[in-house]
């Protein structure tokens, strides 16, 4: 077991490089094209180690990297496993596969430990939230979730059954399978299936709410998708509403540069695509105005910190009104673009009221719209990422 040993040293020396400016993926990537000596299970265990790391929050901040690694490594695993040889005989006999009982146990043990020490925000969270459950969640890996696209359910079906690759059906279409599953060498990424958190594919639920109204079903609808990103939505909104006429806009070029490729696997060839900056006015933009615009707002992401845990220890409470600040100025340059009848979808995957419900009573106070649908997406009972949607209409 001496290379755990070692696992667990370069895992501590790779903490003490990271400053959070990158998301930890790439600075593992980075790290180990530095060191190639490392082989494929050495930087999955490594990864592991740190990751875990990260999951402990802002807990323990007073005890040695190694020492957090260690706690965690008994909080985010149900089974011991081969990390055993880390742990003392009343550590490896309190394992228990329920999360409560081994949290019980630490606190035992580090009697100042409480569990809001992980996520020291919960005064700003969303109304609902189950604030045990939640801060709990972030000791879950989250699963793989694809939702297959229109006309590939039996064919994505046999594929996953004849390689045995384990899957759930959690919604009609989406499915989950174990985080560490590699489909890209099975399924056509795009075309058969779009990798998305589950509660990104249930804001489909307000694609098929705006549908059902009259005038949505078979006119062409003018669509903006303000705040593209890797275009996730918008091949959501297509797969449902069908006849839409596209936009996309996004302040990075590099992203609409990938999100053309991602099109050209989904199929979708008619849309038009351009850079701006939304969090500042736009004067002219082709086919407007829009029947729907999706604005999927930039956020502090809090709601997806289960996927990438740096965040909860390197988090600053004064983003939060950073991000309520941008959010506000997007909105109020982008709902002009909005038709008579028209839907505006503002999205956040935040779990803070500052971005979500104070954002909506914003919306509602300053252009009048009326707010259709409102619903924090939770999926921190599902090993999914949390999100925010509020469907207005101009009404």
């Known amino acids: 077991m001496q290379y755990l040993h070692q696992h667990l040293a370069t895992a501590v020396k790779i903490i003490e490089q990271y400053n959070g400016n990158v998301p930890l993926v790439h600075h593992l990537k980075q790290y180990f094209s530095l060191h190639k000596k ?9 990864a592991q180690l740190c990751y875990s790391h990260y999951r402990l929050g802002k807990a323990f901040h007073e005890l040695s990297i190694e020492e957090r690694i260690k706690i965690a490594l008994f909080l985010c695993n149900n089974e011991v496993g081969r990390w055993a040889f880390f742990f003392d005989d009343n550590w ?14 630490v606190q035992s043990c580090y009697p100042s ?17 189950d604030v045990s459950a939640f801060i709990g969640s972030h000791f879950i890996q989250p699963d793989l979730f694809l939702r297959v696209r229109p006309g590939f359910d039996g064919t994505v079906k046999q594929k996953l059954n004849e390689r045995q690759i384990s899957f759930e059906e959690k919604l009609p279409f989406c499915l989950a399978l174990p985080n560490a599953s590699k489909i890209d060498e099975i399924l056509a990424v795009d075309k058969e299936v ?3 958190d589950l509660s990104s594919q249930r804001v489909g639920e307000f694609f098929q709410l705006i549908q059902s109204q009259p005038g949505y079903r078979s006119a062409l609808i003018q669509l903006w998708d303000c705040c593209a990103a890797s275009g996730g939505k918008s091949i959501l909104a297509k797969d449902i509403l069908g006849n839409i006429s596209l936009t996309v806009t996004d302040i990075r070029t590099s992203i609409l540069k990938n999100l053309e490729q991602r099109f050209l696997r989904a199929g979708i060839k008619n849309y038009q695509s351009f850079v701006a900056d939304i969090s500042r006015s736009i004067t002219t933009i082709q086919h407007e105005p829009f029947n729907i615009i999706i604005c999927d707002a930039p956020c502090s992401g809090s709601g997806t910190w289960s996927r990438t845990p740096e965040q909860l220890s390197f988090f600053a409470k004064e983003k939060i009104n950073e991000y309520a600040a941008l959010q506000k100025k997007i909105v ?12 505006f979808l503002y999205i956040t995957c935040s779990v803070f009221a500052k971005e979500n419900e104070e954002v909506v009573m914003f919306i509602k106070q300053q252009f009048h719209l009326e707010l259709v649908k409102m619903e924090l997406l939770e999926g921190y009972t599902q090993k999914a990422g949390s999100m925010f949607a509020a469907l207005f209409k101009k009404v």
């Open 194 to 196: 779009v990798i998305q």
């Open 332 to 343: 109020s340059n982008t709902i002009p673009h909005l038709a008579e009848s028209g839907y």
């Open 38 to 46: 490392h082989g494929s299970k050495d930087r999955k265990s490594i």
């Open 113 to 129: 430990f409480v569990l809001d020490d992980v996520f020291p925000w919960k005064e700003e969270l969303s109304e609902g939230i």
């Open 92 to 105: 490896l006999a309190a394992w228990a596969t329920n999360l409560h009982q081994r949290i019980t146990f």
